[in-house]
């Protein structure tokens, strides 16, 4: 278990609140079975020291869900934000692949009358679908490095984790791989399906061969991209309207020209309650006396 400096200034008198323990479980232990010893331990010692643990409680929770677990809605809203400019890009795509397919109606044709199959003519059009989604796939994963590699140089140092731990590893080439081939198969379907579809007479006689059949397919995906772009829009505006709204809310104190910094005392220099104030006391007053600091203190948690 890990205790916090608190227990140590107070001298770990009983009574004392807002202790923090850092334990591991056994194989096969459950959250919930933690709980329940935990709780088990709480009546004991309230029926022991009733008037320093009556009333008290205790919590048992994941560390990972401590650590991280605020941040994962927002990395959903994030992910949904994402996906839907991919399937607007995908859409985008594939209408310009089936506006690409009817121009080159008169090439269809003629590969079917030299004898290529419908099934043939699909498999081209879709392999060419995935090969430019592949291609888009590696664009996007450079542009990655190079994006993260940037931002962990800039905001790497007031990130509360490891900053050789963020990198695009493995499993986010694997999940880019698998998404560039997904959208690949799944928007160059469209065209291959539309020219598959397409009679030889129909390619023999017009260049706009089955234009009206293509007109309605690319209708439809402009109509798909113009709900998910006003989707979009909608919420990226209701997410500024609410960082203003945030920017406007009086947290109760003046914020303004006001610095914060945190730091941590070496247990083995300090290892006494006495030696750690007079460390706080030495530090008070020497940023007091900094040109331009009008007042300094310590304390045991930021506002917000």
């Not at 009546?43 to 009733?50: G, I, Q, S, V, W």
């Not at 643990?53 to 934000?81: H, P, Q, W």
């Not at 609410?242 to 070496?266: H, K, M, W, Y």
């Amino acid at each position: 278990g890990s205790l916090g400096i608190d227990v140590v200034l107070a001298k770990l008198e009983r009574g004392t609140r807002g202790i923090s323990a850092v334990g591991r479980l056994k194989p096969g232990v459950t959250m919930d079975a933690a709980q329940r010893d935990l709780q088990a331990i709480e009546r004991r010692l309230a029926e022991a020291y009733p008037t320093t643990n009556a009333g008290t409680s205790a919590e048992v929770f994941s560390l990972k869900e401590y650590g991280v677990g605020s941040t994962r809605t927002r990395l959903y809203v994030i992910l949904a934000a994402v996906a839907v400019v991919l399937l607007i890009a995908c859409a985008n795509v594939a209408n310009l692949q089936l506006a690409r397919g009817a121009s080159r109606a008169r090439e269809m044709s003629v590969r079917a009358a030299l004898g290529a199959g419908r099934g043939r003519i699909a498999q081209q059009l879709l392999t060419e679908n995935v090969v430019l989604s592949l291609i888009g796939g590696l664009a996007g994963l450079a542009f990655a490095f190079g994006m993260t590699k940037g931002l962990v140089t800039l905001i790497g140092p007031q990130l509360p984790i490891d900053q050789t731990t963020i990198a695009v590893d493995g499993p986010v080439l694997l999940f880019a791989l698998g998404i560039s081939l997904a959208t690949g198969i799944l928007f160059g379907l469209p065209p291959a399906w539309k020219a598959s579809r397409t009679d030889l007479t129909d390619m023999l006689r017009s260049r706009l061969s089955g234009g009206f059949g293509h007109l309605a397919t690319r209708n439809t995906l402009v109509v798909v991209q113009l709900a998910l772009s006003l989707a979009l829009l909608a919420s990226a505006g209701l997410l500024t309207r609410s960082l203003i709204a945030l920017e406007r809310v009086n947290p109760g104190f003046d914020p303004d020209n006001l610095l914060t910094a945190q730091f941590r005392l070496p247990v083995a220099k300090y290892d006494s309650p006495e030696k750690i104030w007079l460390a706080f006391d030495r530090m008070v007053a020497e940023l007091n006396a900094i040109p331009g600091v009008r007042s300094a203190t310590v304390v045991s948690a930021m506002p917000y």
